[in-house]
């Protein structure tokens, strides 16, 4: 999947734990993008950044945090997990030329029980 | 913010048939229309996409054609095969840049043998 390793690909966890989700690419690709998908939701976007340490939010960001210090990795954080955050978790990467074209990783599936 | 839905949710098609999906946006300043192919267990993978200055886009058996003025596009598919069997899901960036795509709420299609 385009240089995109997610890690870990499944994880389960209980209300209220922290939980951080990875992504590491290696094609040095300036955009990294975390998105959740959810069954009638389509793909919506959590948060994304464009640069290291330059991180915006997305449409559903409440509960999230992100943190870039390295071009590579894109660390996604829930803080306090709960359960309406159970979902499948996907990365993407974009070389941000004319920029829109996304490659996504493998995702992780969350359960928050 | 941009809103896109996506029809039918479910498509189910004999193999050799074409397959139609239509997606329409509410963000006139969307100028980016992509679509993902999804199988099990994987990421979205880009399969075609159209910029807002083109009608119509084709790839071997995929097109896509785009109506700025009524604010839809449409995935073709011809000449269908077991292995076009995935949910498909379509996207549209709301006149922003940089990957931050707003996505329909996705099409299972079944090719039948």
């Known amino acids: 999947d385009a240089g995109i390793t997610q890690s870990p690909r499944h994880k389960v966890t209980e209300t209220g734990t922290p939980v951080t989700l990875r992504c590491h690419q290696t094609e040095n690709h300036r955009y990294m993008y975390w998105y959740r998908q959810d069954p009638g939701h389509g793909l919506r976007l959590i948060h994304y950044s464009y640069g290291v340490k330059d991180t915006d939010k997305g449409e559903v960001s409440d509960g999230y945090s992100v943190s870039r210090s390295k071009t590579e990795d894109f660390l996604l954080t829930l803080e306090s997990a709960t359960s309406s955050q159970t979902s499948v978790y996907f990365c993407a990467i974009s070389d941000g030329q004319g920029g829109e074209k996304l490659f996504f990783g493998s995702g992780t599936q969350l359960s928050v029980l | 913010g941009e809103n896109v839905e996506q029809h039918p949710s479910t498509l189910s098609v004999q193999e050799g048939d074409s397959a139609v999906i239509k997606c329409t946006y509410s963000?006139?300043?969307?100028?980016?229309f992509p679509w993902y192919k999804q199988e099990l267990g994987k990421g979205p993978q880009l399969i075609i996409d159209i910029r807002s200055n083109v009608g119509e886009k084709k790839d071997q058996r995929i097109a896509v054609t785009l109506n700025k003025t009524a604010k839809h596009f449409s995935l073709h598919i011809t000449e269908t095969q077991p292995e076009d069997s995935a949910v498909y899901f379509c996207a549209a960036d709301g006149g922003t840049s940089y990957g931050k795509l707003t996505f329909g709420q996705g099409t299972i299609l079944t090719v039948h043998p």
């Open positions: 963000d006139s300043a969307s100028n980016y």
